[in-house]
């Protein structure tokens, strides 16, 4: 069976863009990013964004697409993706999907549940009452109508606690039983994912703390100055919710100092590790898995994407 697409996902600091820019060492091939972060324009160090020089090599797409002052969300990367992998393929290429935002990846594999449009209204009722209240008060309220979606948001994760009281408000209805209720409707593609799982969680561990300082060293707090002076800058926003930046904001506030900073953002940084493995290991009768830390699991999960059928065809301007 020839596939459409090829997704390499993983934990942060797993090798993704490695093995995606090698994979297009040896076929035609473009990268569309799986990662929330990586859509921010000035987000670089910090996100651990592909180099102007490896970009130039490989096409990229869904990369500084967004300011950090914009929304961007999986409804709209869905959307994208169903753009570009046609496009691609078009050329000639393989898209290879590469990424670590399990949520992006589950729509794209599954399919997006549909929920009731945005009501401006109620939207800015929640946020006034957000506002006054504090979001970890709204999360409470939440857990009172639908404690399954309540369980899995953080107290100031104010944009989801927002949409999902929006939700119960408009329709009378907790969001997880609606999205449960509905048959998720995949997108038209068929797609070969791998998964890059280390087994040695010591190992990972020490990666994410040494590539952590190497941004450190990059110049990553004077990149967090310069996105802070930027139009448009919220604290609050989404892109500031990333790993290692709401940290630094701490850090640069005068809210915590250098050592308790580092140390956060790394424990950050792993724990969304741990919270990405766990969603791969769930998937495991749908994704293949390989170990990124060895030689030999490397070398097969490369041989395995370049094994499969991907009916790549020559575009007709150059047959």
Partial sequence: MAFDALMILGPTASGKTALSLSIASELPAEVISVD?????????????????????????????????????????????????????????????????TMLYANALLHGLAELPATDPAVREAVTVEGEEKGWPAMREELAKVDPETAARLKPNDRQRISRAIEVYRMTGRPMSAIIAEQPHSAPPFRIAAIALLPEDRAALHAKIAERFDAMLEAGFLDEMRRLTGLPGFDRESPAMRSVGYRQALEYLAGETNYAVFRDKAIAATRQLAKRQITWLRSMKDEIRAFDPYTEAGLRDAKAYALSLDWDLQRPASQA
Wanted: proline residues 8%.
């Fill in 36 to 100: 929330s972060a990586l859509v921010y324009r000035g987000m670089d160090i910090g996100t651990a964004k592909p180099t102007e020089a490896e970009r130039a090599g490989v096409p990229h797409h869904l990369i500084d697409i967004r300011d950090i002052g914009e929304p961007y969300n999986v409804a709209d990367f869905t959307e994208d993706c169903l753009r570009l992998i046609p496009e691609i393929r078009s050329r000639g290429a393989l898209p290879i999907l590469a990424g670590g």
